[in-house]
């Protein structure tokens, strides 16, 4: 069983920057897609950034240029640098970790999911 456990969720202002940090425990954290989900209240988890083994990357068109996603295997650990934040960047950050290389939702579903951690953007 992996364990996932998101940190770095707070409240900051319009245009401020968060960094979440994603760890996940086992010994093939480097085989894993890793990716970054997010809810608001009333709608659908999305996708929001996500990384491979390889490093490839996906990025949501709205957080394009804003967001970056990055790994550290020797830490076991993901992370998501959230810069120039908006109001629309608030919900609840999940952080999830599966087998494959693909980006696809579906596969997403059988990932380990961590709890969450709360983002929330003043205006």
């Known amino acids: 069983q992996v364990q996932v456990v998101e940190s770095g969720g707070g409240l900051v202002q319009a245009g401020g920057s968060l960094r979440l940090s994603c760890a996940a425990s086992?010994?093939?954290?480097?085989?894993?897609?890793m990716g970054w989900f997010r809810q608001a209240p009333g709608k659908q988890r999305e996708l929001v950034a996500g990384i491979t083994s390889g490093t490839s990357t996906y990025y949501e068109d709205s957080v394009k240029g804003r967001f970056t996603i990055s790994r550290d295997n020797a830490k076991n650990t993901v992370y998501l640098q959230m810069d120039s934040l908006k109001p629309e960047d608030t919900a609840v950050y999940y952080c999830?970790?599966?087998?494959?290389?693909?980006?696809?939702?579906?596969?997403?579903?059988?990932?380990?999911w961590g709890q969450g951690t709360q983002v929330t953007v003043s205006s």
């Open positions: 086992g010994r093939t954290f480097s085989s894993y897609t």
């Open positions: 999830a970790a599966k087998h494959g290389s693909s980006f696809m939702l579906e596969e997403f579903m059988s990932a380990y």
